[in-house]
Each structure stands twice: as structure tokens, then as C-alpha cells.
């Protein structure tokens, strides 16, 4: 296998990889839950997840950046890619089930497209991109009964849990477009030295606001499945994913990365369903089917297939 085709495999790999990770912690915020409050899940997975990725630093004998302009880009992208929509998600999740907070957490290539026209200089969405992120706006919306806004009171009451978990994505939104503007392709870091400095600056803001979001009451004592949920969602979904979603931005672009939100809903509801009792509807497999479809517009992955598309050429931007 040529070495392009070998990158090329990988980043589909940390894409699928990232999918399962960030749909799973969904589930795992729900079950953190029953032991802690908001504040805690969010600051305790960045402790976890810089722990983590601070230990592989170590044991691969990599060197932190001493450039400032570094650490001042990752620290912005800490508050919108980690502390902000981490407590976001986890407040909204006291109110709404985990896989209904799954399929909101769709919405962030929507909101990463509109970033993106604003501040990347030179970027421009295809005709077939266009079309896909409307369509997974629309899958989204189909998933999630939007309808019942007009006729159902719960859905009503759920309002602001939903409207924090569109709050949670606009924050992705904004990360993966400053990323894209500021940090990829203007260092020679890897992904894992470039998340862990991430996370690192994410850590600090999080021991600074612990005083006032997390020291709490544990409920219930440290019993095994939250304090295994958190212990997951740390090295997991806040450490290794973020070693994974560096090296897609990298290789895609933000918009395209930020699709991996669109298979998100997959893993959360079915986790919901499994593992929680959750609740299926029809329309949350309907609306499913209708992002996957949204994916590969927008990924290009139908380019000279749909009639009228070339095929997309290998030096193509992702974006």
C-alpha cells in the first residue's frame, strides 16, 4: 500500500474511530450522572483526558511546544472545543435522554460550515457540500420529532437542555474553525503533542473553575458505574479522541471533520436503546438514514457518482 493511501486509510480509521468514541459519551455522561453533578463530569473527564495524553507524552519521549503563539490557539480551542460544550452537554443531559443529545450534537457541521465562510480566507462550500449540510440539518431535525413543538408540553419543557445542547455545537463549530485557521499545517507538532498541549490548557481553566462547579457532593459515594463512565469518558472520549480529531482536521478540514457528528446520533441512540431502556421512535432511524446520506455529500464521497459530479481529485480541499 503507497504511503498516501496509508494516511489516507488511517484518517479514515481515526474518523470512524472518533464516530463510536464521541457517540458512546453521550451514554457515559448519562451514567456519570448518577454520582455527579455537571461541573464534575465536565472538569473531571479534561483531568482524566490531560492525565492521559500527558502520560503518552511521557512514554514517547515527544517535546512540549515552547512556541506562545501555540498555546495561546489551543487554549482558545480548549474553552470552545472542551470546557464550554462539555458542561453544556452535561447540564442538558439532566433533562433530555442521552441519545436525543446525541443527535443535536449533529448540528455542529452547520455550525462549522457558517464559522468557516466567515474566517477562513478562501474557503468555499461546493454546490453537493451545500446540499449535504442542509440535508443533515434536516435528518437532524426528522431524529429528533421537531415537530412536537407545537403539540407536545414535554418537548416544550425540554427546550432549554435542547437549546444548550445547540449552544454545546456551536462552541464545536467555533473550535474546529479556529483550528483550521490558526494551528493546522502552521507547526510541525504531531496530533498527539497538539492535543495534549489542548488538553493541558483545558485542565487549567477547569482547576480554576472547580471551586465553583465541582466540589459538590459525590451522590451516593464513588460507585463503580459512574466512576467507570467518567474514567472512560476522560481517556477516551476527552484524551485519545482528541489525538484522532487533530488528524482529521488536519487531513480533511474543519467541515469535514466536524461531519463526524453526523454518525454520532447512530451510536447514541442505539446505546440509549440498548443500555438506558431509551425509548425508539420511528423517525430517529429515519432521520438516522438521512445523515448518513448528508456524510457523504459532504465529505464528497458521491462526487462522480450523482449525475453532474466530477469526481473530486486527489489535491482537492476538504472543505
Not at 4 to 18: E, Q
Not at 102 to 121: C, D, L, S, Y
Given at each position: 500500500?503507497?504511503?498516501?493511501?496509508?494516511?489516507?486509510?488511517?484518517?479514515?480509521?481515526?474518523?470512524?474511530?472518533?464516530a463510536?468514541?464521541?457517540?458512546s459519551?453521550?451514554?457515559?455522561?448519562k451514567?456519570?450522572?448518577?454520582?455527579?453533578?455537571?461541573g464534575?463530569?465536565?472538569?473531571g473527564?479534561?483531568?482524566?483526558?490531560a492525565?492521559?495524553?500527558?502520560g503518552?507524552?511521557?512514554?514517547?519521549?515527544?517535546r512540549?511546544?515552547?512556541?506562545?503563539?501555540?498555546w495561546?490557539h489551543?487554549?482558545?480551542?480548549?474553552?470552545?472545543l472542551?470546557?464550554?460544550?462539555?458542561?453544556?452537554?452535561?447540564?442538558?443531559?439532566?433533562?433530555?435522554?442521552?441519545?436525543i443529545?446525541?443527535v443535536?450534537?449533529a448540528?455542529?457541521?452547520i455550525w462549522?460550515?457558517?464559522?468557516?465562510?466567515?474566517?477562513v480566507?478562501?474557503a468555499r462550500?461546493?454546490?453537493?457540500?451545500?446540499?449535504?449540510?442542509?440535508?443533515?440539518?434536516?435528518?437532524?431535525?426528522?431524529a429528533m420529532?421537531?415537530?412536537?413543538?407545537?403539540?407536545?408540553?414535554?418537548f416544550?419543557?425540554?427546550l432549554?437542555?435542547?437549546?444548550?445542547?445547540l449552544g454545546?455545537?456551536?462552541?464545536?463549530g467555533?473550535?474546529?474553525?479556529?483550528?483550521?485557521?490558526?494551528?493546522?499545517?502552521?507547526h510541525?507538532?504531531?496530533?498527539?503533542?497538539?492535543?495534549?498541549?489542548?488538553?493541558?490548557?483545558?485542565?487549567?481553566i477547569?482547576?480554576?473553575?472547580?471551586?465553583?462547579?465541582?466540589?459538590?457532593?459525590?451522590?451516593?459515594g464513588?460507585?463503580?458505574a459512574?466512576?467507570?463512565a467518567?474514567?472512560?469518558?476522560?481517556?477516551?472520549g476527552?484524551?485519545?479522541?482528541y489525538?484522532?480529531?487533530?488528524?482529521?482536521?488536519?487531513?480533511?478540514?474543519?467541515?469535514a471533520?466536524?461531519?463526524?457528528?453526523?454518525?454520532?446520533?447512530?451510536?447514541?441512540?442505539?446505546?440509549?436503546?440498548?443500555?438506558?431502556?431509551?425509548?425508539?421512535?420511528?423517525?430517529?432511524?429515519?432521520?438516522?438514514?438521512?445523515?448518513?446520506?448528508?456524510?457523504?455529500?459532504?465529505?464528497?464521497?458521491?462526487?462522480?457518482?450523482?449525475?453532474?459530479?466530477?469526481?473530486?481529485s486527489?489535491?482537492?480541499?476538504?472543505?
Amino acid at each position: 500500500m503507497s504511503a498516501p493511501s496509508r494516511s489516507a486509510l488511517l484518517t479514515a480509521s481515526a474518523h470512524l474511530a472518533l464516530a463510536l468514541t464521541w457517540g458512546s459519551s453521550f451514554l457515559l455522561m448519562k451514567v456519570s450522572l448518577d454520582s455527579f453533578t455537571p461541573g464534575q463530569i465536565a472538569i473531571g473527564r479534561i483531568l482524566i483526558g490531560a492525565l492521559t495524553l500527558g502520560g503518552l507524552m511521557a512514554l514517547t519521549h515527544r517535546r512540549w511546544p515552547r512556541e506562545r503563539r501555540i498555546w495561546g490557539h489551543m487554549t482558545v480551542v480548549a474553552v470552545f472545543l472542551c470546557v464550554l460544550p462539555f458542561l453544556l452537554f452535561a447540564w442538558a443531559e439532566t433533562l433530555l435522554p442521552s441519545g436525543i443529545a446525541a443527535v443535536i450534537n449533529a448540528t455542529t457541521p452547520i455550525w462549522t460550515a457558517i464559522a468557516t465562510a466567515f474566517t477562513v480566507r478562501g474557503a468555499r462550500l461546493h454546490a453537493g457540500q451545500i446540499v449535504g449540510i442542509l440535508l443533515g440539518f434536516c435528518g437532524v431535525a426528522l431524529a429528533m420529532g421537531a415537530w412536537q413543538v407545537v403539540s407536545d408540553p414535554a418537548f416544550l419543557a425540554s427546550l432549554p437542555a435542547q437549546l444548550a445542547c445547540l449552544g454545546a455545537t456551536a462552541s464545536y463549530g467555533i473550535a474546529f474553525t479556529w483550528m483550521q485557521r490558526f494551528v493546522a499545517g502552521r507547526h510541525d507538532h504531531d496530533a498527539l503533542t497538539i492535543a495534549a498541549v489542548q488538553l493541558t490548557a483545558a485542565a487549567v481553566i477547569g482547576l480554576l473553575l472547580a471551586p465553583f462547579l465541582a466540589l459538590g457532593p459525590i451522590r451516593g459515594g464513588f460507585t463503580p458505574a459512574p466512576l467507570l463512565a467518567l474514567a472512560a469518558l476522560g481517556m477516551l472520549g476527552t484524551g485519545l479522541a482528541y489525538i484522532w480529531n487533530t488528524r482529521v482536521l488536519a487531513a480533511w478540514g474543519a467541515i469535514a471533520a466536524a461531519s463526524v457528528t453526523y454518525l454520532t446520533p447512530l451510536v447514541g441512540i442505539a446505546l440509549g436503546v440498548i443500555l438506558l431502556a431509551e425509548p425508539l421512535t420511528w423517525y430517529e432511524p429515519a432521520g438516522a438514514a438521512v445523515i448518513i446520506l448528508s456524510v457523504l455529500l459532504v465529505q464528497r464521497r458521491l462526487d462522480g457518482i450523482l449525475p453532474g459530479r466530477r469526481p473530486r481529485s486527489r489535491e482537492a480541499a476538504a472543505v
